[in-house]
Structures are given as structure tokens and as C-alpha cells.
């Protein structure tokens, strides 16, 4: 194939690829369409084929020493639904935390030639890399910086719009400082055990407000933002307990899962692959104890614990007793009903009581909006904090309430 036959190859692809995201819902904004259909994707991931390029997949680019992904070129799909909400005009200043290029072109394609675009990043061999694709794709105008995303980029400050696009445990001070006054971030928070791509707007009164989210999966950020999910292992660590920093840790009993089982049907049916997210943030928010139980398939095996998806499911551990959301088959080999499952001293009572939030769930919550997530600086005193979930981060107080 001689270069130009390589540069038509690419831009089919790429056209296809584009329209694979308009077809599935992920693209509905035609300026975020054209961006697109124009950026070169495989300039950025140049050592992978073509084909691999233009999946809608994240192409991988470094592991830490321990082999955790630490860097990759993100899925289109979830780089289309964040631009979205992003909604990024012409005129724009732009700072992205978390560079590699590609999504920063995609970003200087929207702002146009009257807006300015900074991308930033921890890792000096990612900003190399990002300079590198950038030039080659013939984006000289955005800004390349090595820095820590959480204290944002200064010299370029106030932005209209801040895009983090790695995995955030808070809304970093420096963000809300730079932020414009109508400016809006975009940030894959980590609550609970879920990510989720949340927009944010700055309200009149310093706060901020979200206005749309939706699930999705980042690398976690590294530096003075990073945070961590605090593990009990449980039963030779073939099952363990995950509860976030701000959560005070529940040790449970010893081998409480080989105490007899508990296990109350909720009546509630979903759909085997319905993501369940909004049902998990519901009962984090309204059980006492909350946690998410990950087993090994060793442990299921051996019916320590039922079937739960891998990523881990809801529980709780209070009163000694570990309880945690289950399902069963149904005749429709498609829908499953939900159920709760107890080990303990309370076993039935737990197992009656979060059933019973899984019926409340579906009946007040299941088809209605997204919860909305306020945003408050951390010295905000509790009296002005709105009523909710509240949880607290080392810079905010976050709320979510449910309309
Ligand atoms: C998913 S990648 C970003 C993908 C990128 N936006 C693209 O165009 O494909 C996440 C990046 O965040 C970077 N990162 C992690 N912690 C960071 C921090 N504190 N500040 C800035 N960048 C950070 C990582 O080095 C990694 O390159």
C-alpha cells in the first residue's frame, strides 16, 4: 500500500467508525460528528493497525510496574458522549486533564481557530507522545503542558470548559478557581464503585450543579489527586469488602458467609443486561453499612456466594451481618428478579429490609431522571448544604439528590 492508499484506508475507517457512534446514540451533535470524521486517530495510536484505530475501543499505551493500566487513548464512544456534554463551542478555552492528543485535536476541531485548547498531563512520556501525534496530524495550536491535573493549568485560566478524562475522586479546588464564570466541567468521578462522566455548571452562588451523566471507565489518576478504594479481604481474600476513603471501614464477622443464608426475592425484574448503577447509587445512598462485595470465581464456586456480576455488587455490612444484592433466573432466559442475600445475626431482617429498598427503588426511582449531584467547596457549612447523599472529599462536600 503506497502512503496515499494508507491515508484513503484511514479516512473510510474513520468515516465508518463515525458513523457507527451517530448510529448507536452516542454522537447526536453534528459539529462533534465532523470533529470526527476529521480527526486522524491513528496518528496518536501509530505503532497499532489501522483497524485497531478506528474500533471503538481504547487502544492501551502503558501499564505501571505492577502492570495496572496507567495510560491509554480512550474509547471513541465515551470521548463522543463526554464532548457532548461537554458542549464545547467555538471560542472556546479549553483545558483537558489527561492528554495523549487525540481528544484534544477532536477539542481544537470544535473550539476553531478562535479558541484555544490546553491539554495536560502527569506523565512527561504521554506529553511527548501527545506533541508527537499532534504534529504529525498537524494540531499546532494546542498547548502541551506537563503539570499535575489537579492543580489545573493557570497560565491559561479561566476556561469555559475543563475536561478530565481520567478517573477523579474529587472536583480539585483549582478547577473551580479556573473555571469561567458560565463554565462548565466535565469529570468521571469515582463514587461507590461506579465512574460516572458527570457535567457540571457553575451555579450563581459558587456551587456547582450537574446536568447530565453517564457511566463510563477511566484510568485513575495518579498525583496529589489520587485516591484509593480501601479492600477487606474476607475468607482467604477470595471475597473482599470495597468501601471508599470517606467511608469508616466495617470489618466483618469471621467467616460470616459460612453462617447460614438469608435470601428474600424482591419481585423486582430487569433485564440481564440492565446496568444497574442507578439502583447501586440508590442503596449506597440509602443503606447504612454500604460497601460493594467483589468475590473470586473460586468462591462462587464453592457457594460461599452467589452469582454477582465481576465487577462486584452492592452490600452492606451493619449489625454484624453481611447482606448484599443477588438475582436469580427467571423463565425469560433475558430478565432476572432481583433479591437480597444475608449472612448474620440480622440475616432476615436485613435481607427483608433491602428488598424492600429494591421495590422502593423500582417504584419511586427506576424510570425517573438521573439524580443530581451538587458540588460544594469544602468549607461550606453543613446548614447550607442541601439536603441528600452527602458525601465528603478532601476539597467538596458532594450531594445528590434524587427529583
Ligand atoms: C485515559 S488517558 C487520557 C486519554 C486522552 N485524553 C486521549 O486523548 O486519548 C488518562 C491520562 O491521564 C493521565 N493522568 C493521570 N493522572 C494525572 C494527573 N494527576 N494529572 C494529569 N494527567 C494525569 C495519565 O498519564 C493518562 O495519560
Known amino acids: ?40 486517530r491513528h496518528e496518536f495510536v501509530p505503532l497499532v493497525p489501522l483497524e485497531v484505530a478506528y474500533a471503538d475501543d481504547v487502544v492501551l499505551m502503558k501499564r505501571d510496574d ?49 479558541g484555544e ?20 496530524a498537524g494540531y499546532d495550536n494546542v498547548r502541551v503542558v506537563q503539570a499535575d491535573g489537579e492543580f489545573g493549568s493557570p497560565e491559561s485560566a479561566p476556561y469555559d470548559r475543563i475536561l478530565v478524562t481520567v478517573t477523579a475522586w474529587d472536583i480539585a479546588s483549582a478547577w473551580m478557581d479556573q473555571l469561567a464564570e458560565h463554565g462548565r466541567i466535565v469529570v468521571p468521578l469515582r463514587l461507590r464503585g461506579q465512574t460516572r462522566s458527570i457535567a457540571l455548571d457553575r451555579t450563581t452562588g459558587g456551587s456547582l450543579r450537574s446536568r447530565s451523566m453517564a457511566l463510563c471507565g477511566f484510568v485513575c489518576m495518579q498525583g496529589a ?16 469488602l470495597r468501601f471508599d476513603t470517606d467511608q469508616e471501614v466495617v470489618e466483618p464477622p469471621e467467616e460470616v458467609l459460612k453462617l447460614p443464608r438469608v435470601v428474600v426475592w424482591s419481585g423486582v425484574l430487569v433485564n440481564r443486561e440492565e446496568p444497574l448503577s442507578d439502583l447501586n447509587l440508590w442503596l449506597a445512598a ?26 462486584g455488587t452492592s452490600a452492606t455490612i451493619a449489625d454484624d451481618t453481611l447482606t448484599y444484592l443477588t438475582s436469580r433466573r427467571t423463565a425469560d432466559e433475558e430478565v432476572v428478579e432481583l433479591g437480597a442475600t444475608s449472612h448474620g445475626a440480622a440475616a432476615a431482617e436485613h435481607a427483608e429490609s433491602l428488598a424492600g429498598e429494591i421495590r422502593r427503588w423500582n417504584h419511586d426511582y427506576r424510570q425517573g431522571p438521573d439524580p443530581v449531584l451538587h458540588v460544594h467547596p469544602a468549607d461550606t457549612p453543613a446548614t447550607r448544604l ?6 465528603t472529599r478532601p476539597h467538596t462536600h458532594l450531594t445528590f439528590t434524587w427529583p
Open 225 to 240: 489527586g489520587a485516591g484509593c478504594e480501601r479492600l477487606v479481604g474476607m475468607h482467604q481474600d477470595q471475597v473482599s
Open 66 to 114: 505492577s502492570g495496572v493500566a496507567i495510560s491509554s487513548v480512550s474509547q471513541p464512544a465515551v470521548m463522543a458522549v463526554m464532548l457532548e456534554q461537554a458542549d464545547i463551542r467555538s471560542g472556546h478555552r479549553v483545558l483537558e486533564i489527561g492528554s495523549g492528543g487525540y481528544n484534544a485535536a477532536l477539542l481544537s476541531e470544535l473550539v476553531g481557530p478562535g
Open 386 to 391: 442541601p439536603p441528600g447523599f452527602h458525601l
Open 117 to 136: 485548547v490546553t491539554t495536560i498531563d502527569i506523565d512527561a512520556d504521554v506529553i511527548d507522545r501527545a506533541r508527537q501525534g499532534l504534529a504529525a
Open 286 to 311: 440509602s443503606r447504612p453499612g454500604y460497601c460493594i462485595l467483589a468475590a473470586q470465581r473460586s468462591a462462587v464456586k464453592k457457594g460461599l456466594v452467589s452469582a454477582i456480576p465481576s465487577w
Open 1 to 40: 500500500m503506497t502512503a496515499a492508499d494508507n491515508e484513503r484506508y484511514a479516512g473510510t475507517l474513520r468515516a465508518t467508525l463515525t458513523e457507527q457512534l451517530v448510529a448507536q446514540g452516542s454522537i447526536t451533535d453534528e459539529r462533534v460528528a465532523a470533529a470526527f470524521r476529521v480527526v486522524p
